[in-house]
């Protein structure tokens, strides 16, 4: 980062305070828009370069409209809470059983973090530590292993600790527990890279095996997948999901699980703020059906970045040992910032947050949709859907999100079910209504958005490589007056829904 060229000059020191109290009237002002400001300030004189790319971001993502499906814009107290002391503060163990002295208030932080999890989940125990969704999961895998492989091994042995075990009875259990199987929807599918992917480490401590939905249908298939679990007898079945535009019946899935004794984990990470907002209920909520499950906290929980792991009381005491299993120094800040998310997902405005996600994941798809797109499985039922762009536009994944962001819409790429051009070209394109309707947007706009994209890909054409000229996989271009009219399509759209409008930074 160049320092040299950072808009935030020295002259300008204060000035986002200044600006701001020179036109906020008194009564108007709002405690965490100054923090931020404060905050910012503060960056800036320690380190430009930083606040500038701080100011940036901001920028970008007003300027941008925001469709990634896992992404979100959290509260500016959410964000706040990261921002202080806390972070210094060693509190390796759990709430009341620490390695280090001086925890009592992360203890506090950390118990009112777990205990508003629970309610708003009507789970059994919560645990707040892990850092992101991959270490929720890390956890929840290895306190299945400890619980169900290791420990039964100790005790067998007729010993009470894994420290009393000899080096070779040591390997033993060391092999018992890398040999087990776990099995996951695949990437392909819909699946995350954590759920069995061969480049992750799920893949290396257990043996792996996937299972894939409908190719007809792009459904999950209940008969056969209980067809695959009775021959696999995976020790893990996982339900969950990055791409998958539908409900999951996790009565099903548990009942699948249990022909075999498999432990049923759902990973919830993108859809569990529609489980908070009551939108997945019955058997499409998986906290009374799951043994554990794993979620995220910053998709549609609308939280910071982080994890955390529901679990039933029999799993209770193994995930808490996160910390030393998987974890070490827990993140005191993040956990405060938990706290406050949970707060907000606890209320009746959440709810209707979350409902209004659904329904404007459904008006973007049917708005594709009615223009002849090729939306998987004909629609969603959740703040996802995929659109296939190679069979709608003749454009690969790579393509159409490059367009895409050139006209001022961020989404990503994403393979779908056998996808000919693989997990890093792709044929399609997930969208994602979180953030969009974080921002107050509703069906009507997204029909408008379905309007720019469809006007944009339909005039479409690959670019070329400049060096060589040959045909490029990677870019495609539109007239500049293509282009522009998008541009001035999206930015118009969000001068309507300013993102934190209250920061006054130009
Ligand atoms: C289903 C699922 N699980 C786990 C993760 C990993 O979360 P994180 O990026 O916080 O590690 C993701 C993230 O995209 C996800 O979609």
Redesign the pocket.
């Known amino acids: 980062m160049d320092v040299m060229d950072n808009p935030l000059k020295k002259t300008q020191k204060a000035s986002f305070l200044k600006n701001y109290f020179t036109k906020v009237p008194e009564g108007e002002q709002s405690s965490a828009a100054i923090a931020f400001l404060a905050s910012l300030e503060a960056i800036q004189e320690a380190y430009p370069a930083i606040a500038q790319r701080i100011v940036k971001e901001l920028q970008d993502q007003r300027s941008h409209l925001k469709l990634i499906a896992?992404e979100n814009f959290s509260s500016l107290p959410v964000q706040l809470a990261m921002g202080n002391l806390l972070t210094d503060k060693y509190s390796e163990g759990f709430a009341g059983h620490r390695f280090y002295a001086g925890c009592d208030n992360v203890d506090a932080i950390e118990t009112e973090a777990a205990e508003l999890a629970k309610k708003i989940f009507g789970a059994e125990h919560a645990y707040v530590q892990p850092h992101?969704?991959?270490?929720a999961?890390l956890v929840a895998f290895w306190s299945i292993l400890v619980q169900r492989i290791q420990n039964k091994e100790v005790e067998a042995l007729g010993k009470k600790n894994l420290n009393d075990l000899t080096p070779e009875e040591y390997e033993r259990v060391r092999q018992l527990l890398v040999n087990q199987k776990v099995m996951g929807m695949s990437l392909g599918s819909g699946g995350?890279l954590?759920h069995g992917y061969r480049h992750n480490i799920s893949s290396k401590m257990m043996q792996s095996v996937s299972y894939d939905v409908d190719p007809e249908t792009g459904l999950l298939d209940y008969a056969a997948l209980q067809k695959q679990v009775k021959e696999e007898k995976p020790l893990i079945l996982i339900a969950?999901?990055?791409a998958y535009p539908r409900l999951i019946d996790f009565a099903k899935m548990r009942e699948i699980a249990d022909s075999v004794g498999s432990t049923l984990l759902v990973?919830m990470?993108?859809f569990a703020g529609l489980v908070a907002g009551k939108v997945m209920r019955g058997n499409f909520n998986p906290i009374p059906f799951a043994h554990l499950v794993t979620t995220?906290t910053?998709k549609t929980l609308r939280g910071p970045?982080g994890?955390m792991i529901l679990c039933t009381n029999e799993y209770k005491e193994v995930v808490d040992k996160g910390c030393p299993i998987v974890l070490g120094g827990p993140l005191p800040h993040v956990m405060a910032a938990k706290a406050l998310a949970f707060k907000e997902a606890a209320s009746p405005e959440f709810s209707v947050y979350a409902h209004q996600i659904v329904k404007n994941s459904q008006a973007l798809a049917e708005g594709l949709m009615a223009q002849g797109v090729r939306v998987l499985t004909g629609g969603t039922d959740n703040h996802l859907f995929l659109m296939d762009v190679v069979t709608s536009f003749g454009l690969n994944g790579r393509q159409a999100e490059s367009l895409l962001r050139e006209a001022r819409l961020t989404v990503n790429r994403n393979a779908i079910p056998r996808d000919p051009n693989g997990p890093w070209f792709t044929s399609g394109i997930r969208m994602g209504t979180p953030a969009t309707t974080t921002l107050g947007m509703k069906p009507e706009q997204m029909h408008e958005i379905a309007s720019i994209i469809y006007d944009l890909l339909k005039e479409a054409k690959a670019g070329v490589v400049e060096k060589t000229g040959a045909p490029s996989r990677e870019k495609a271009h539109v007239s500049e007056k293509v282009l522009h009219r998008a541009q001035k399509r999206v930015t118009d759209l969000l001068c309507e829904f300013p993102l934190y409008p209250e920061l006054l930074i130009d």
Do not use: L
């Open positions: 896992s992101s969704g991959a270490d999961n995350h954590t969950g999901y990055s990973d990470a993108h995220t910053h970045r994890g």
